[in-house]
């Protein structure tokens, strides 16, 4: 099962930048553009307690954001990084002002987990309702083990 996950993964990544050269607008354009869009390290500065909170689109989003609102009311130095997977919720929410970096996350490949996980440092990460990202949860379980 996980090979043909990972074989999947692997041909969405090949597909996208092909896709690219022939879609100019939309939704599909946006998350294409969106994929090679990177996490600045000046933006990842540590202060507090890291959240991480990934939201397929807008509506888990919204679903996270009381959480995020009771967090940084009960201490303001908590830091808030919010991912997205779709152009619906990075488009509306790229400058929510209670995150401290707001991004998507890349297709799930084990490069992209070990480099996203790492960079980004969550002490507690949230995946909002039903989004299964293989490596990335791999990653942390390893993440976890090694930092225990």
């Given at each position: ?18 896709l690219g050269i022939f879609i100019k ?45 009771q967090l940084k009311q009960e201490d ?19 400058n929510y002002p209670l995150a401290d ?48």
């Amino acid at each position: 099962m996980v090979f043909a996950y990972k074989l999947f993964v692997l041909f969405i990544q090949n597909a996208l930048p092909i896709l690219g050269i022939f879609i100019k607008k939309g939704k599909l354009k946006l998350f294409i553009e969106g994929q090679k869009l990177r996490i600045p390290k000046e933006k990842l500065v540590k202060k507090g307690k890291r959240y991480w909170f990934h939201c397929a689109s807008l509506g888990e989003f919204e679903q996270a954001r009381p959480i995020i609102e009771q967090l940084k009311q009960e201490d303001d130095s908590n830091s808030i990084v919010v991912s997205f997977f779709s152009p619906s919720g990075y488009t509306q929410k790229s400058n929510y002002p209670l995150a401290d970096f707001v991004f998507y996350l890349p297709l799930d490949t084990p490069k992209n987990a070990r480099k996203y996980v790492h960079d980004i440092q969550a002490d507690v990460v949230i995946f909002v309702k039903y989004e299964i990202w293989y490596f990335h949860l791999k990653e942390l379980l390893r993440t976890i083990h090694l930092y225990t």
